[in-house]
């Protein structure tokens, strides 16, 4: 069954460009699509390290204050509910300013510090250097070229003291150079879209956050590895972090009926399990999934196969594994084959069409021969001739206009699925 899918696999590749992409997204009112920072904001805003209204409006063209920074840099690290310990020291601050706790949180770990007169100013606008200078702060320390500010166009605009700062995030990757790349433009006031952008870079790279500014519960990305079971894949990556093991959306795993199966006897709703007979690993090594996990599904759908030889399709949804040891993964999986649908491939159906073309070819010839014979027998060559073509002809159309086939596999018989959502493995 395996080598029929994979020529079916070949037969249809044009119409895998069609299918959707496997991931949801999530609805920000005031954002259009090919908005420049969307993907971003979409990352921050599904993250919760920034928000949008209660009409789904997000504001990308405003302003940052510094409370609204550090607040949003408190989520994105993990630390929005840190216990606080220090005494506030600020004469702008009281206890009544309902982000009382965000800014102590914040002098606490030493994020955004204060001013030497003993003010935060938490409402005052951030500036793209002195957000910058943040991120060099509590990013870890690195050896920074100071030259490399000269290859903007308005280096000369960067102040003195965050010419150290700049250096070191433009080392890194981390800063805003939009809409022109050849322009910083260090004193304009940083905009909601431009700490989006920033805050999901940072996300990305969170290993070059300083350890004493990463709450404990923060998930970190270790390493980035891949699968390989099927090369058509959309997808072959899978994140490894401290908390799980995450195989992204679009990667394709293989698996096995678990007992045979036959499309006429099933119905929609009916339970269907798969196994994976061997270890689901890494390129790299990692072990995602042991061998002999359970693979749940549900039959969504049957359709019977018709007439002109319309092949049977079973439409399947895996929604959960069961490993050895009882864990309990969550699944969002379909077949692997174009419009996600199981049925028989091309080549089972040229099959049946040339049993049909061979046998009524056999008829046709036996016929032609009975004919010849009886009224002379030196005429059986003729009547081969003649009724070879007119039985093999029959026996074509005759398998070209019958049903389908069903839908038939095997204990042990091997499909591929592909995850429509990511797949997460805690450790």
Request: hydrophobic fraction near 40%; include cysteine.
């Amino acid at each position: 069954m395996k080598k029929i899918f994979s020529a079916l696999l070949a037969f249809s590749m044009v119409s895998w460009y069609s299918l959707p992409v496997f991931s949801a997204d999530i609805q920000i009112m005031d954002v259009a699509n090919d908005y420049w920072a969307r993907p971003e904001i979409v990352d921050v805003v599904s993250k919760n390290v920034m928000s949008v209204d209660q009409s789904g409006n997000f504001y990308p063209e405003d302003t940052v204050s510094r409370v609204e920074f550090v607040k949003s840099l408190l989520k994105l690290l993990s630390n929005d509910n840190l216990n606080v310990n220090i005494s506030n020291s600020f004469t702008d601050v009281s206890s009544s300013n309902p982000n009382y706790s965000d800014i102590l949180r914040s002098q606490q770990l030493g994020l955004v510090y204060g001013y030497p007169d003993k003010t935060f100013k938490p409402n005052q606008v951030m500036l793209r250097d002195e957000t910058q200078s943040v991120v060099s702060h509590i990013t870890k320390d690195t050896s920074a070229d100071l030259s490399v500010i000269n290859n903007f166009s308005d280096a000369a605009e960067v102040p003195d003291w965050a010419k150290q700062s700049y250096a070191k995030s433009l080392a890194y990757g981390l800063y805003i150079n939009y809409p022109n790349p050849n322009e910083l433009r260090p004193l304009d006031k940083l905009t909601r879209a431009e700490a989006a952008v920033l805050l999901a870079k940072i996300d990305d790279k969170i290993s070059l956050v300083k350890d004493e500014y990463v709450g404990p519960d923060l998930e970190k990305t270790l390493a980035i590895e891949h699968l390989d079971i099927n090369k058509k894949a959309p997808c072959h990556s899978v994140k490894i972090t401290n908390k799980r093991n995450l195989i992204l959306s679009g990667n394709v795993l293989e698996v096995a009926f678990s007992d045979k199966f036959r499309s006429e006897l099933a119905d929609a709703g009916q339970d269907v399990k798969f196994i994976n007979p061997q270890d689901i690993s890494t390129v790299e090594g990692t072990l995602l999934i042991p061998a002999n996990s359970v693979f749940k599904g549900t039959v969504l759908e049957v359709k019977k196969q018709r007439w002109f030889n319309k092949n049977a399709r079973v439409y399947i949804q895996l929604n959960e594994i069961c490993t050895p040891d009882g864990k309990k993964i969550d699944l969002n999986a379909k077949p692997f084959y174009k419009d996600y649908a199981l049925k028989e491939g091309p080549w089972m159906t040229a099959g049946k069409v040339a049993l049909y073309t061979v046998g009524l070819g056999a008829v046709g010839i036996g016929s032609g021969v009975g004919f010849a014979f009886i009224p002379n027998p030196a005429k059986i060559g003729t009547g081969i001739a003649i009724g070879a073509p007119i039985g093999a002809g029959v026996g074509l159309i005759t398998g070209l206009v019958t049903p389908g086939l069903k839908y038939h596999a095997k204990a042990g018989e091997q499909i591929y699925v592909i995850l429509c959502d990511d797949t997460s493995i805690y450790k």
